[in-house]
């Protein structure tokens, strides 16, 4: 079985540790590291190969967008094999509750069968 590495990024560090919470519990999943901004994410990635990367648009110091931007030039040309982009506003919230970690764990899960 494949092994893979996680990189969640998202300033909401209660979101953050849910998500890795169910990651870290999968056998497919190897490393599950996390960040709380995009200057964190960047640094990261220099210094880790990852497999996957979840990563929140909207962030302090540089957004999603602005990871991605980064992390395909230069020295930080480390995007990873799968990334997921995703921004939670109130809608999203009210369908998914509390259980937007459950889904977007199941998410990525349907990505790598």
Known sequence: ??????????DNTSFTESVRGY??????????DAAADGREAL???????YDILLL???MPHIDGLGVLDASG??????????????AVGGEV???????????????VLSFLI
Request: aromatic content about 14%; proline content about 2%; hydrophobic content about 55%.
């Open 1 to 10: 079985m494949a092994q893979y590495r996680v990189l969640i990024v998202d």
């Open 43 to 49: 640094e990261l990635m220099k210094a880790n190969r």
């Open 93 to 107: 919230v009210d369908v998914f509750g509390n259980h937007l970690d459950v889904f977007l764990f199941h998410l």
């Open 56 to 58: 929140d648009l909207i």
């Open 23 to 32: 990651f870290t519990a999968e056998e497919s999943i190897s490393q599950v």
């Open 73 to 86: 030039k230069g020295e930080a040309a480390v995007f990873p094999s799968l990334g997921f982009l995703f």
